[in-house]
């Protein structure tokens, strides 16, 4: 029988340190942390490991309770945190350890105790003195379980990894494994407001991520796992990337880094492309990093609904065409075209996914490279204007994920012609193995 894995769902009013706590019990960067309050918007997940054993951590944005109509994004974050503070194992308030307990924390404290019992105050801040106890006001909240931490520092996370814990300890938890491998990891990314977060929830199918018109909604890099027919994944929903120009605050510099992250340690991008705004040079900066880091892609052409009730005539094969002319970079990548918000996209996305992350993983016989690929290249007698042609004498796949070619030759020649030779050979294996969507590394040896 398959054994869930738990649920611990840190909460609490904004700027309480949430954020910095779930990035010290993750023992990584994952949440934006910053001084300015209501940065966290979304909730961000983790999966981490507390005493061998594996627990889903969540981190939601500061709740303020409020019933007046307020700003649209700090309703929908409230909202969805506590969809997922009802189904939580464990809930962690978090409050400011070194002010007084404000009405909003009394407030959160007894509208927590009526949804969950598995309930733990953390009293942040507590830096240098978490040997002193608890402040004595907070005994009047009446939780049983409250432990004094410095998220910065570190102070008192054991003790709090161990009451997690021991609130956990109905609980049937996975035995997390050595190395159990990971899926295969996809990073949604492009500019703003191009329809990200939509594309990450259609995927999903369900409303994961803050979806707004207003640019800048997705701060934090948001994943969740998705398991379907087609094998299984890991989304990242990432922040929008704006040209450097134009980061003005250190909220958005950060999101930035974040992102550029999250590209890197991907298997495949999918670059979101709003047609109706064009393909412009952050569109194509984007793509030249996707290609720079060896990443799979596919080029979403996103919002076609809207463009065919503005051009009506305009078939999707056009629109392949015109993505391909516009981006330079990138050449390998597939291009898909359709709506964020449609439902069946996922009949067309997911398939897709499935067979570039085969032909990633897949490897060519060195029989087949020595014999089709090798005699192609040798009939086309190409030469760099010496007069002498150049010659292949063996070739093999050396790795793969992504693949990388070995070509013994007679080249020995300056940086310039090895680009051009590296680009022969790459259209040439295109040609008689379907790569696409996947890159490839190709070295090139004088014998």
């Not at 050595?178 to 990073?187: K, M, N, W």
């Not at 958005?252 to 890197?264: D, Q």
């Not at 570039?356 to 290249?377: D, G, M, P």
Request: some cysteine; glycine content about 6%.
């Amino acid at each position: 029988m398959k054994v869930s894995v738990p649920l611990v769902v840190i909460t609490g009013r904004a700027n309480v340190g949430k954020s910095t706590l779930f990035n010290r019990l993750s023992g990584k960067r994952i949440s934006i942390v910053d001084s300015t309050p209501g940065v966290t918007r979304d909730v961000v997940e983790s999966e981490i490991e507390l005493e061998g054993r594996t627990v889903r951590l969540m981190d939601t944005g500061g709740i303020e309770l409020t019933t007046s109509q307020g700003h649209i994004l700090q309703q929908e974050a409230e909202k969805r945190a506590w969809m997922v503070l009802k189904d939580a194992d464990c809930v962690l308030l978090v409050i400011d350890g070194i002010r007084s307990l404000t009405g909003l924390d009394q407030e959160l404290a007894a509208r927590l105790r009526k949804i969950n019992r598995h309930l733990i105050l953390v009293v942040n801040k507590r830096d240098g003195v978490t040997h002193e106890g608890i402040p004595s006001d907070l005994y009047t909240l009446g939780w049983e379980r409250m432990v004094p931490v410095s998220a910065i520092h570190g102070d008192g996370i054991p003790a709090l990894k161990q009451v997690i814990m021991e609130c956990l300890k109905e609980k049937a938890l996975p035995v997390s494994v050595s190395d159990p491998g990971h899926p295969f990891r996809v990073a949604i990314v492009g500019k703003p407001n191009v329809g990200k977060s939509t594309l990450f929830n259609t995927l999903l199918g369900e409303d994961r991520s803050i979806v707004s018109d207003i640019p800048g909604t997705t701060r934090d890099a948001l994943e969740s796992s998705l398991e379907s027919h087609f094998g299984q994944y890991r989304l990242v929903d990432t922040a929008g990337l704006v040209r450097k120009t134009r980061i003005k605050e250190d909220i958005s510099f950060y999101a930035s880094v974040r992102t550029m992250e999250k590209i890197a340690e991907a298997e495949l991008c999918v670059l979101v492309i709003d047609p109706l705004d064009g393909i412009n040079r952050q569109d194509q900066n984007i793509a030249s990093e996707i290609e720079r880091l060896r990443k799979c892609c596919i080029v979403f052409i996103n919002k076609m609904d809207l463009v065919r009730e503005k051009f009506s005539t305009l078939k999707g094969q056009e629109i392949q065409q015109w993505a391909y002319s516009e981006l330079l970079f990138c050449r390998y990548a597939a291009i898909l075209v359709g709506s964020a918000s449609d439902p069946a996209l996922p009949r067309s996305f997911l398939p897709l996914l499935a067979v570039i992350a085969t032909r990633y993983e897949q490897r060519v016989k060195t029989s087949f490279l020595n014999t089709t690929i090798k005699e192609k290249l040798n009939d086309m007698n190409f030469n760099f204007g010496t007069g002498r042609p150049l010659r292949f004498y063996y070739v093999f796949q050396e790795l793969s994920s992504p693949p990388r070619f070995f070509f013994s030759t007679n080249f020995n020649g300056d940086d310039p012609a090895r680009e051009r030779c590296t680009k022969m050979i790459d259209k040439v294996l295109r040609a008689e193995i379907d790569w696409e969507g996947v890159p490839f590394r190709i070295e090139i040896k004088h014998k």
